[in-house]
């Protein structure tokens, strides 16, 4: 393994692994930026919180070079760079970057929003396949059914049959963006 494809396997080992302690470490360092950019979003929505904009200014801008910088590596660390990018969460936060260096952050910075989603991501099933029934039920198995799951798929025709199934086994907290991620997005 040459050290470009090294350094690849390493980034998106601490990128994707959240098992290991610096994975961990740095996914919840960027889920907490991500939570700290929604609440600088209504912050800044508050009239009387005018006095503070400049400050906010300043912690919105290191975000998005954050943001940038994790979505940067996120794409070279990928297997297959173009899948990643037109994946949901590859869609997500580019939409959530990619405004703010064409000047119309200020605008729709509320997209900052869909980036929850990937920390609700981390709880629910990995890609799991509906139409094969058998292997479906099996991964279910291994989840705690008190944990919030976030289904999803492009259409939402899958995610909606997904999310009837675990409500029937028990599940508790089972959430199905509605109409597919395909409806979301612009």
């Known amino acids: 393994m040459n050290k470009l494809n090294f350094l690849r396997a390493k980034i998106n080992f601490y990128l994707n692994e959240s098992k290991d302690k610096r994975g961990k470490i740095i996914n919840n360092f960027i889920y907490a ?3 700290l950019s929604v609440l600088d979003f209504s912050l800044q929505t ?11 200014a300043k912690f919105e801008f290191v975000v998005l070079v954050i943001f940038t910088i994790e979505y940067i590596l996120r794409v070279f660390s ?6 990643f990018i037109v994946s949901f969460y590859g869609i997500i936060d580019l939409i959530t970057i990619l405004p703010s260096f064409f000047g119309l952050a200020y605008d729709i910075r509320s997209l900052r929003v869909l980036r929850l989603l990937r920390i609700f991501g981390n709880y629910s099933a990995s890609n799991s396949d509906i139409f094969n029934k058998n292997k479906f039920l099996k991964d279910l198995k291994s989840l705690d059914k008190k944990n919030p799951f976030c289904v999803y798929c492009q259409s939402g025709k899958r995610s909606r049959m997904a999310s009837k199934i675990l409500a029937d086994l028990g599940f508790e907290r089972v959430y199905d963006l509605k109409g597919g991620y395909a409806n979301w997005v612009l």
């Open 33 to 35: 930026l991500i939570l």
């Open 46 to 56: 508050i009239p009387n919180y005018n006095r503070f904009h400049p400050s906010l």
């Open 78 to 83: 990928s297997k297959n760079p173009l899948k």
